[in-house]
């Protein structure tokens, strides 16, 4: 890990280590990009006598990008190796999963994750909100840490907790502030997701302490376990979930997604309210 060659490939800037990701603003990889990779393959590697090309997930490519990427894969330049990393292999064409070697990776548990965030350096704020957030992920948890999550994490669960049907505007200006912060918006999302699953625990008889979220207060956890019932809670995830897939996966406006779901989520708490009542 310390010599010229592993130093260039961790900062991205080794020749012979290529890497095909959506570019930056796009959702998907496409065919351009794969044509322009077609184009660096015509060299000889310039530093090592191997290319390796690595496709950052790849379910992501267009069926175009796909389908252009298939005759390279099936006859690669002397030399070239591919890497495809991918979350959901079946998103894949079937005639690119058929070239190529599967190797599956486990998620790293939570404490395994923790442990090694703490050799990494890290501090213990937010050690372990960021490994339940990783989904397994080393790479991700390190990227929560440094996205500044842990740190508005009041802030965020708090003013998605305080919206109202009847208070349209913090609603709306809500929406518009997640909007300009369109970057935080996954990880918020994320967030969220961990929150309503915390109180679907508390909502069902998991306890009466949070989980993830152990360090916060549970009170507005309880109450809203209480009005939610373990079905409005799975409806909170699965607006949230949606949300995260259309702007992921569909390019929906952020905006209107921001805004249909904070008034689902609103909608959901005081439907519940109004039935205890």
Known sequence: GGC???????SKQHPDVLRLEPA??????????VRGLHRGMAYR?????HRVIIVLDAE?????????LLKTLEEPPEGTHFVLTCAQPR?????IRSRCQELRFVPLTEAALVARLRAEGRGEEGLELAAGLAGGSLGRALEILESGLV??????????LALRLDEPVPLLDL???WYREREKVA?????????YRDVLVLSSGGGDELRLHRDLDAGPARELAGALGPGGCARCMARIRATQAGIAERNANVRLALEQLFLGLAQEAERGREGRA
């Open 187 to 195: 990880d918020r999302l994320t967030l969220l997701v961990s929150w």
């Open 24 to 33: 930056e603003g796009k959702q998907k990889i496409l065919i351009d990009q």
């Open 60 to 68: 992501r490519m267009t069926e175009e990008a796909a389908n252009a």
């Open 175 to 177: 929406s518009e502030r």
């Open 45 to 49: 590697p310039f530093e090592g006598r």
């Open 4 to 10: 010229p060659g592993c130093r260039k490939v961790d």
């Open 151 to 160: 740190q508005e994490r009041r802030e965020v669960l708090g003013a998605v």
């Open 91 to 95: 998103a894949l064409l079937d005639t």
